[in-house]
């Protein structure tokens, strides 16, 4: 018995992707500045400034380069945003390929 993968190779999971929603944009992640707030290049043109919510900030580690899904607030929605998902490379791959991600 092989001690390294820990997993059958047959059994695999299989998630769904959470597509955007309405009023949801994806965006890439530029810039970590600190105190929760991330600098956010998003697929509509803007860069806007992000806030990871409290549920997420410890829960879920995000980088540079990383494929978030963002709400853009009520008021100053063209610079500030939170953030509301983060996807996964093969996510990000499958976004990508479907046309939600025009980066």
Known sequence: MSRGSGRDQQSQEFRR????????IPGVVEQIMGHGKL????ADGKTR???IPGKMKKRIWIREGDVV???PWDF????KADV???YTRTESNYLER???LKL
């Not at 992707?17 to 949801?24: A, F, H, L, N, Q």
């Open 76 to 79: 100053q929605s063209d610079e």
């Open 17 to 24: 992707v959470r597509s955007p929603r309405k009023g949801e």
């Open 49 to 51: 400034l992000c806030r």
């Open 98 to 100: 479907r046309g939600f």
């Open 39 to 42: 600098k956010v290049r998003c």
């Open 69 to 71: 899904l963002i709400k």
């Open 84 to 86: 509301i998902w983060r």
